[in-house]
Every structure is written in C-alpha cells, then in structure tokens.
C-alpha cells in the first residue's frame, strides 16, 4: 500500500471491513491522553462497523476513554494488516442500540438480549475516508 493512498481504497481493507473478526482498538486515556490499546470484536452490520462487548455494570474504560475522547485507531490484524483512524459514536439511542444488540447477540449465539441492551457497550467506528457506508460486501 502506498503512504499517499488512504488504506481504505485497498480492496483487502474492505474486504476486512465487510466481515466481523478480531481487532484491536486503541482509545486515549481520559485522564492521561495516552493510547490504550484493546483486543474486541467488531461486527460488520447493515454497512456498519459495530463494537460491543460482554454485559457488565459497569462501563469498560475503553468505552470511558471514547466518551471523553471520541478519535480511535481501528489496527486491523487477520484478513490484512492496516490502521485505520476512526472516530468512536456510542450508541445510547434505544430503538438503534436495540435492533444493532439483537444482531450481535445472533452473531454470538447468546439469548440474552435484554441484559445486553442495559449492560453492553455498542459503538460505531466510523473510519476516515471511508465514505458513508464503510462496509459494503466486497464485490471484487
């Protein structure tokens, strides 16, 4: 890949996007302003790149990190290595975090939607210069 040319016109990196799996994720700490970096699976929803996690009371501190500071570093790892900046959305919006949680639960074989709704973090990372729908099914 070129340095000049985004990572995101290279068809293994849409083709990465167009299917959930392993990544890291790194935020900057709210207190500190250091990168933190975290292994997560992202899902690839209705055109989306979708991160969530297990329930817990708690929130993470990945997810504490992007509400103070939304800009992320999506490090793709398995199909094609690249990092890719991102800015972080929460979705807190009940009718959208809903109909997103039902889908990553079916994509974890879990029936425990409900707790998820309350309890899991849901974001969506939306990648820089990745146009208005970042994951497409890859067609090449």
């Given at each position: 890949?070129?340095?000049?040319?985004?990572?995101?016109?290279?068809?293994?990196?849409?083709?990465?996007?167009?299917?959930?799996?392993?990544?890291?994720l790194?935020?900057?700490?709210?207190?500190?302003?250091?990168?933190?970096?975290?292994?997560?699976?992202?899902?690839?929803?209705?055109?989306?790149?979708?991160?969530?996690?297990?329930?817990?009371?708690?929130?993470?501190?990945?997810?504490?990190?992007?509400?103070?500071?939304?800009r992320?570093?999506?490090?793709?790892?398995?199909?094609?290595?690249?990092?890719?900046?991102?800015?972080?959305?929460?979705?807190?919006?009940?009718?959208?975090?809903?109909?997103?949680?039902?889908?990553?639960?079916?994509?974890?074989?879990?029936?425990?939607v409900?707790?998820?709704?309350?309890?899991?973090?849901?974001?969506?990372?939306?990648?820089?210069?990745?146009?208005?729908?970042?994951?497409?099914?890859?067609?090449?």
């Open positions: 890949m070129q340095l000049d040319t985004p990572p995101t016109s290279d068809p293994r990196v849409r083709r990465a996007l167009s299917r959930g799996h392993l990544v890291d790194t935020t900057y700490g709210r207190r500190t302003g250091l990168p933190r970096r975290i292994e997560l699976v992202f899902h690839a929803i209705d055109g989306r790149v979708v991160v969530s996690g297990m329930p817990r009371a708690r929130p993470r501190a990945w997810l504490l990190n992007i509400r103070a500071n939304p992320v570093v999506l490090h793709l790892k398995s199909i094609v290595t690249a990092d890719l900046p991102a800015t972080a959305r929460e979705i807190t919006e009940p009718a959208e975090r809903r109909r997103l949680m039902e889908r990553v639960a079916a994509n974890w074989n879990r029936t425990d409900e707790l998820m709704v309350e309890q899991s973090p849901l974001i969506e990372l939306v990648i820089d210069g990745y146009g208005e729908a970042p994951c497409q099914p890859y067609l090449g």
